[in-house]
Nanobody, 123 residues
Framework: QVQLVESGGGLVQAGGSLRLSCAAS????????IGWFRQAPGKEREFVAA???????YYVDSVKGRFTISRDNAKNTVYLQMNSLKLEDTAVYTC?????????????????WGQGTQVTVSS
């Protein structure tokens, strides 16, 4: 059974930082691409960042220079370091796993999804 578990969300002031983790089990993690998506109330799910199993990284323009995605295959974990957080970063952040290398910005590329973790940025 494939399982993705997110952690690290919480409440932070604007300008602050959080590090999200996505821990995977039940798969050969080293050959998975992992993506982070977010969904704010009343809005559609949005691609945030992804890292392929060849370590290529992708970001939505709004987080470039502020967020960094990385992976630790020994720990079966992908991290999303979020710095200089803004009010508009408030959302539920969910990680997803795919065996594919391309199309990582699209939700349909992913086969497995976690439950999500809430990130709230306050003024």
């Amino acid at each position: 059974q494939v399982q993705l578990v997110e952690s690290g969300g919480g409440l932070v002031q604007a300008g602050g930082s959080l590090r999200l983790s996505c821990a995977a089990s039940g798969r050969t993690f080293s050959t998975d691409s992992i993506g982070w998506f977010r969904q704010a109330p009343g809005k559609e799910r949005e691609f945030v960042a992804a890292i392929s199993w060849t370590d290529s990284t992708y970001y939505v323009d709004s987080v470039k220079g502020r967020f960094t995605i990385s992976r630790d295959n020994a720990k079966n974990t992908v991290y999303l370091q979020m710095n200089s957080l803004k009010l508009e970063d408030t959302a539920v952040y969910t990680c997803a796993a795919s065996s594919r290398l391309l199309g990582l910005q699209a939700p349909t590329t992913y086969e497995y999804w976690g439950q999500g973790t809430q990130v709230t940025v306050s003024s």
